[in-house]
Antibody
Framework: QVQLQESGPGLVKPSQTLSLTCTVSGGSISSGSYYWSWIRQPAGKGLEWIGRIYTSGSTNYNPSLKSRVTISVDTSKNQFSLKLSSVTAADTAVYYC???????????WGQGTLVTVSS | QSVLTQPPSVSAAPGQKVTISCSGSSSNIGNNYVSWYQQLPGTAPKLLIYDNNKRPSGIPDRFSGSKSGTSATLGITGLQTGDEADYYCGTWDSSLSAHVVFGGGTKLTVL
């Protein structure tokens, strides 16, 4: 079965770029009609969708983050990545990667990784 | 403020039934499929319901989903203490700035 695992720095300085990678195992990131997605959750708060990339490479982003977000895919490594620029303390959250179907349901999810923005 | 509105909390006794509502608009719930997620403390969300009312394999039939107009409902019967968790609804919003939206989450307490 497909499993996802996030990786990346747990601490990022304000104004810098947050970079995370999601490694997909148990299946090819190129197969099937899936959207590979990033979702975040600040401590004690709800889920916020960041964006997604389709197997073709096309992307969609949350309009509130669109100017700062880039999601890309590396099929040779079976990974997809998130870059969020100009971060502030408000970007501190647990970041999840997840696989989504065309009707926008997410399964499976990675375990999540906490990213703290602080100097 | 979330695009989809859920009650902040619900509670019921073990063995009882509870429903969690998710209210939206024609640009999201009204014209798109709804999914539901369970998040136990300290863990990643887990898919409970997809395409309004379908259960993934392994999800017991105590969990059900429905949709009517611009609202959706998650039902849980035969409540167990292990059902204490946060529950989220989600769907696509087809407005000009199309994107995925989630409800603010509902904390279920099994008394």
């Amino acid at each position: 079965q497909v499993q996802l695992q996030e990786s990346g720095p747990g601490l990022v300085k304000p104004s810098q770029t947050l970079s995370l990678t999601c490694t997909v195992s148990g299946g090819s990131i190129s197969s099937g009609s899936y959207y590979w997605s990033w979702i975040r959750q600040p401590a004690g708060k709800g889920l916020e969708w960041i964006g997604r990339i389709y197997t073709s490479g096309s992307t969609n982003y949350n309009p509130s983050l669109k100017s700062r977000v880039t999601i890309s895919v590396d099929t040779s490594k079976n990974q997809f990545s998130l870059k969020l620029s100009s971060v502030t303390a408000a970007d501190t959250a647990v970041y999840y990667c997840a696989r989504a179907r065309p009707t926008c349901w997410f399964d499976p999810w990675g375990q999540g990784t906490l990213v703290t923005v602080s100097s | 403020q979330s695009v989809l509105t859920q009650p902040p909390s619900v509670s019921a006794a073990p063995g009882q039934k509870v429903t969690i509502s998710c209210s939206g608009s024609s640009s999201n719930i009204g014209n798109n499929y709804v999914s539901w997620y369970q998040q136990l403390p300290g863990t990643a969300p887990k898919l409970l319901i997809y395409d309004n009312n379908k259960r993934p394999s392994g999800i017991p039939d105590r969990f059900s989903g429905s949709k009517s107009g611009t609202s959706a409902t998650l039902g849980i019967t035969g409540l167990q203490t292990g059902d204490e968790a946060d529950y989220y609804c989600g769907t696509w919003d087809s407005s000009l700035s199309a994107h995925v939206v989630f409800g603010g989450g509902t904390k279920l307490t099994v008394l």
